[in-house]
């Protein structure tokens, strides 16, 4: 089977078919490919942008950059829907319970990206008021670094999450290490 | 009427009204600064916003001064007034110990001081006596001490990854 479709001066490369039996007709392959494959190329990010790395991602959704091209072309504001937690920015300590309570409202599988330095570390906001990292009340599968990161840092974010959610467990919410991370964190 | 003159011209009026209370005056770049002792915070506040001629009705901005060194006058308020008839500025200042940080409430005078005051209260500790809400307002409730005062590190306690030999300190 070809993964690629020849036109005169243009490469497109396809998705990578999963290994499986073919013939006329009819395609068969493990449902976990079939589902992982789904998932990874229809991403529903929840943008959680608060400050200048939030910018640098409209810059990435835009038709420049067109983060629309990798699946995400849909972006969700409401928690319930989204597949993707993508926070952008300085998180406030008072912020942090609602940004919580916005990753606990999500439903499984859900995955979390962390874009820029605030995000990850604090950044330069070492002072009393900054969550140093949101890693200190979720658990984040990604990290961007960059103050800001560009688009491009951004979209090569964006695929390293399609390759936990190709490639990892479908029931990967049952599984005892995430279960114990969770409590960790104290999510239920 | 120039920064000199106003300075002499409120000055003068307000030793007239309310005598050892104003205990220093200064002008500080373009602002003529009056020392006044917290007792007399609301009077001289109304007397400055009632008085047809001075007629400071507007509360530019209010907000807590830290200042360690000064013993048992650590902690103080700064009040900044505008007349906005005549472009007149001035600002006040009061002081107090640390360890009795109370000052009366502007609220009774501009309903603007309200969240000035819990966001002084938030960051200096200082409690405005007749206050009608003071709680913290920018920072979270569950915050132990008051971030603005020198005594504490501007730096977040909790990050346990920084090498103090990469910082000089």
């Known amino acids: 089977m070809s993964d690629t479709i020849q036109l005169p001066g243009v490469n497109i490369s396809a998705e990578n078919t999963p290994a499986g039996l073919e013939g006329v007709g009819f395609f ?66 008072k912020m942090g319970p609602i940004l919580r309570q916005v990753y606990e409202q999500m439903a499984e599988p859900k995955w979390v990206l962390s874009m820029g330095a605030c995000a990850s570390s604090g950044g330069i906001f070492d002072v009393y008021s900054v969550l140093q990292g949101i890693d200190r009340i979720m658990p984040v599968d990604v990290y961007i670094p960059g103050c800001p990161p560009r688009p491009e840092q951004v979209l090569e974010g964006i695929l390293k999450i399609q390759d936990l959610v190709e490639n990892e467990s479908l029931r990967r919410r049952d599984s005892p290490e995430y279960k114990s991370m969770l409590t960790k964190y104290g999510i239920e | 009427m120039n920064v000199q003159e106003l300075s002499e011209k409120v000055g003068e009026r307000l030793r007239n009204r309310f005598g050892e209370a104003i205990t220093h005056s200064e002008i500080h770049y373009d602002f003529p600064v009056y020392i006044i002792k917290r007792e007399v915070v609301q009077d001289l ?5 009632n008085d047809t001629e001075l007629s400071f009705r507007f509360m530019t901005t209010l907000c807590g001064l830290h200042y360690p060194d000064q013993k048992d006058r650590e902690l103080g308020v700064m009040y900044q007034l505008h007349n906005l008839g005549e472009n007149w500025r001035i600002r006040l200042k009061t002081f107090f110990p640390i360890h009795d940080p109370t000052v009366p409430t502007a609220t009774t005078v501009f309903a603007s001081a309200n969240w000035q005051e819990r966001e002084t209260y938030d960051f200096y500790g200082i409690q405005f006596t007749g206050h009608p809400d003071l709680r913290r307002i920018l920072n979270m409730d569950e915050m132990t001490y008051f971030p603005m005062r020198k005594e504490y590190p501007l730096e977040d306690g909790t990050r346990d990854d920084k090498n103090d030999a990469f910082f000089g300190r």
């Open chain 1, 28 to 93: 068969a392959t493990r449902l976990d490919k079939v589902v992982g494959l789904a998932r990874k190329n229809s991403l529903w990010p929840l943008p959680f942008a608060t400050s200048c790395c939030g910018i640098e991602f409209m810059a990435t959704m835009a038709s420049h950059y067109d983060l629309a091209r990798f699946g995400s072309e849909r972006l969700s504001f409401s928690p319930r829907q989204a597949d993707l937690l993508m926070v952008m920015g300085t998180i406030a300590k």
């Open chain 2, 45 to 49: 506040l109304l007397y400055l916003y």
